[in-house]
């Protein structure tokens, strides 16, 4: 619990630095603060160096993660004025993509827009040879609860009444989950503590598990908050210790699951560059650094995110912020590496 409670102050940071304003500032690790590449302040870029820049994410497009990428980046583009190219490279839960960025050349061309926790399940559940310390990131962009949800026509209006029928038909419910994330984590411990004896279907990413709960394969899902309020399915669950400003009524799993369960399990989408490339070339860096705060306190990005309801989860909350809370996340998925591995 002890890494809950750092988490949960962590988080409480995030929100002070949303509401105050945040300062564009170099990122560092929880053990040592990360230098520039060379003993004097780099000279301030007016111009990117390059026109064009790709966005690796790691999963398939139209998911959120996806989606909330090249939203950001068409804003992004007139702050910048470098067109952003966004390819997909979806498969093993986030590994591939990252390997192919880390594969790509690390001369400031290419940019990374991937979750955690899945980095860190990546490392820790799944081998990958690559490490925290190869990336150096620009932001959290965007912070997604994991929830318990089911489709709005469906027969279970309540948690109480998804409950029910778990107990009812022991063994007949079908309850979907997507791999690797803070919702498996949110799913196996609920499980558990539950008792529930449930069909658990396990896919390789939020698009098919999407596709299954319409599709009436599955009877629930343990998933991603900003997904399901945007397909307008009805969230019995959100994991939290208080009620989202957008789903008040819906309530969280320290009200139904008890003070003890975790509060912070979810996905945390970061935006990142070669740590190579922070080093060699500082000065570009803080261009991307000062264009994408400025991205940020866009009116107009900042409408757009009220549009689609994704406001409450999206800020700049700074490279510093960022780079700590990819640490902490990481030690979570340290704790909680065999639960993840047994999803």
């Known amino acids: 619990m002890k890494k809950f409670l750092a988490l949960l102050c962590a988080m409480a940071m995030i929100l002070a630095i949303a509401a105050c304003g945040s300062k ?25 160096p390059f026109k064009n820049m790709t966005v690796i994410v790691p999963f398939k497009a139209g998911a959120a993660l996806d989606n909330g990428c090249r939203l950001f980046c068409q804003y992004w583009e007139k702050h910048s004025g470098i067109h952003f190219v966004v390819e997909n490279y979806p498969g093993a839960n986030g590994q591939v993509g990252v390997s192919q960025f880390l594969a790509s050349p690390d001369d400031g061309s290419y940019l990374l827009w991937s979750p ?33 949800a089911v489709t709005a026509d469906s027969q279970y209006k309540t948690f109480e009444d998804l409950e029910a029928a ?5 063994g007949q419910i ?14 196996a411990l609920m499980i558990e503590q539950q008792g529930w004896d449930v069909k658990q279907i396990v896919y390789d990413g939020g698009t098919e598990l999407r596709t299954a709960l319409l599709g009436g394969h599955i009877d629930a899902e343990v998933s991603l908050t900003e997904g399901c309020i945007q397909n307008g399915d009805n969230v ?15 309530p969280t799993v320290s009200e139904k699951l008890g003070a003890d369960f975790p509060t912070s399990l979810g996905t945390y989408r970061y935006v990142a560059v070669h740590t190579s490339l922070y080093e060699a070339h500082p000065e570009y860096y803080d ?4 264009t994408m705060e400025a991205t940020y306190n866009d ?3 900042q409408q757009a995110l009220v549009e689609n309801q994704t406001a409450s989860f999206i800020s700049f909350v700074g490279p510093e912020t960022a780079t700590r809370m990819q640490y902490e996340f990481d030690g979570l998925v340290q704790e909680y590496k065999d639960v993840i591995a047994g999803v």
């Open 174 to 187: 079908k309850l979907g989950v997507s791999a690797g994330g803070g919702a498996a984590i949110m799913c």
């Open 299 to 301: 009116p107009d990005y």
């Open 236 to 250: 019995l669950l959100i994991c939290a210790s208080e009620r989202n400003a957008i789903l008040p009524d819906t």
């Open 24 to 48: 564009t500032g170099e990122p560092v690790t929880p053990e040592e603060p990360k230098m520039t590449g060379t003993e004097t302040a780099p000279a301030e870029l007016t111009e990117y």
């Open 116 to 148: 955690q926790p899945f980095l860190s399940s990546n490392i820790a559940v799944q081998g990958a040879e690559f490490k925290l310390e190869d990336l150096t990131l620009l932001n959290y962009h965007e912070i997604d609860p994991a929830c318990l």
């Open 166 to 170: 778990v107990k009812a038909n022991p």
């Open 287 to 290: 261009f991307l650094l000062k």
